[in-house]
């Protein structure tokens, strides 16, 4: 611990870099899931088979493995980008394309019959995409998305392989600098983890924000997601 | 720019050393999904037990396994474990650092399965005075297993694919392999696509019947 302090700024200088890819990454991974679950849905069949294609692509093969193809391969065909460039672009559509089945399957819980209401009532299409569809759509999404950027903060670890010197990367360079592993990896995986806790508790705040914009009660949204307390009987567990 | 072209003659060079790197993938796959799926019952058979002291440090431990990146914890087992003297090859390190990790989410799959059996069976086991083992072998776990093995499924997957990250510990798996060609020939293009090219081809069949196994459990529910 006493080797590692004089290194633990450098260290933490790592910290903005591992949240600026977390939230670079999680704006594309949001932009690409929207318009992936759109393509999926499209009536225009070229469209729906380009995003299945890309969704079961990035979902069918290792993240890493993607990682590399972009920073080893893409060169070879004269598309040379930087590591931080790379890395977003591949977090950001790997994790979109999960995501994409979260906003898809949100999309289609909208009954029909309210938006041939809404086409009834001559509602323009913004008002409806606005004011019906949103309302009904996000605060399902919002849990998922926690669990979204949470697992973003990690996946932006891998990055560290393709030379962007984020938490990871950092972590790697002091331990065989100063050879203490159990210290340098202790302290890194606790700043992840006090990460994650911050990160987790800002995204329930904007759950809340959200319930309240698209007029959900907030108890009942609250009892849905956050029913921690145990469902087994105790004296199904306890010895009588 | 000769790399542009795709060459069959390095894709068929170095196919061997791919396929000897899918063989240990698919190890590290089956060790780290055992070790997974017995540790994450350990874990939720603590949780739900309710024991003072001992089930909240579960939960943290769960906890925090799931707010870390597999990467660190995987640098943590491999760089640590052999200064407190315990030294393991780095296919089992990688193994165990993949179980662990995984542990924390099969053993919410595992609490998810329980929490959804309705509190009126519960109530009607007390009623009818069922003994302890057949409220549990007789009604709740069936009826959690139904709903867990799909998704334990796709952690299966998910841990397949996954397994690509212990060629940073130098296993010497399918990706690891990959780029050893790629540095070794000086061709990325090949290795790396016929990688993604394995990985597809048998996640992607896995995940269609997981699907399938989904649907059926919500046919005879």
Redesign the interface.
């Known amino acids: 611990m006493r080797a590692l302090e004089p290194y633990l700024p450098l260290l933490l200088r790592g910290i903005p870099v591992t949240l600026e890819v977390t939230a670079l990454a999680i704006c594309l991974a949001v932009a690409a899931a929207f318009a992936l679950a759109l393509g999926r849905l499209s009536p225009w069949a070229p469209a729906r088979w380009g995003a299945g294609a890309v969704v ?2 990035f ?8 990682l ?2 972009a920073f ?2 893409l060169p ?3 598309v040379k980008l930087p590591p931080l460039t790379a890395a977003v672009l591949v977090l950001g559509l790997n994790e979109g394309s999960y995501f994409s089945e979260v906003v898809r399957s949100a999309l289609t819980s909208i009954r029909t019959g309210q938006l041939e209401a809404a086409v009834a009532l001559h509602l323009p299409a913004r008002y409806r995409f606005f004011r019906i569809v949103l309302p009904q759509v996000l605060p399902v999404m919002m849990p998922p998305f926690g669990n979204s950027v ?1 697992g973003m ?6 990055v ?2 393709v030379t962007v010197q984020d938490l ?1 990367f950092r ?2 360079a002091i ?1 065989s600098a100063i050879g203490s ?2 210290a340098t ?2 302290v ?2 606790l700043v ?2 006090g990460l ?2 911050i990160l ?1 508790g800002g995204v329930r705040l904007l759950e809340r924000a959200v319930n309240r914009w698209a007029g959900r009660d907030a108890h009942a949204a609250a009892g849905a997601a956050g ?1 921690r307390a ?9 010895a ?1 | 720019m000769t790399g542009l072209r795709w060459d069959w003659a390095t894709a068929w060079a170095v196919l061997p050393d791919l396929l000897r790197g899918l063989s240990l993938t698919v190890e590290a796959t089956v060790a780290g999904s055992i070790i997974a799926l017995f540790l994450g019952l350990c874990w939720t058979i603590v949780r739900v037990g309710r024991i003072p002291v001992v089930s909240p440090a579960v939960q943290l431990l769960v906890e925090f396994l799931r707010g870390t990146p597999f990467l660190v914890q995987l640098y943590f087992l491999f760089y640590v474990l052999p200064t407190y003297g315990l030294t393991l090859p780095a296919l089992q390190t990688g193994a165990l650092g993949l179980g662990l990790y995984y542990s924390a989410y099969t053993s919410e799959v595992f609490r998810a399965g329980i929490e959804a059996v309705p509190a009126g069976q519960w109530e009607s086991c007390l009623t009818l005075g069922l003994p302890l083992w057949r409220v549990w072998a007789g009604i709740v776990l069936p009826q959690a297993m139904r709903i867990a093995v799909p998704m334990l499924g796709n952690y299966v997957i998910v841990m397949f694919k996954e397994t690509a990250l212990l060629s940073t510990i130098t296993v010497m798996e399918l990706t690891a392999q990959a780029t050893n060609a790629g540095f070794r020939t000086f061709r990325f293009v090949e290795p790396l696509t016929l990688v993604g090219l394995l990985y597809f081809l048998l996640s992607y069949p896995a995940a269609r019947l997981v699907h399938a196994l989904e649907h059926r459990g919500a046919v005879q529910h």
């Not at chain 1, 979902?59 to 493995?65: E, H």
């Open positions: 079961e692509t979902r069918g093969t290792s993240a890493l493995v993607q590399f193809w080893y391969v070879f065909f004269g949470v903060l990690k996946f932006t670890s891998l560290s392989l990871s972590a790697g331990r592993s159990a990896y202790s890194t995986l992840y983890f994650a806790i987790g029913a145990s469902t087994v009987p105790a004296w199904a567990v306890l009588r």
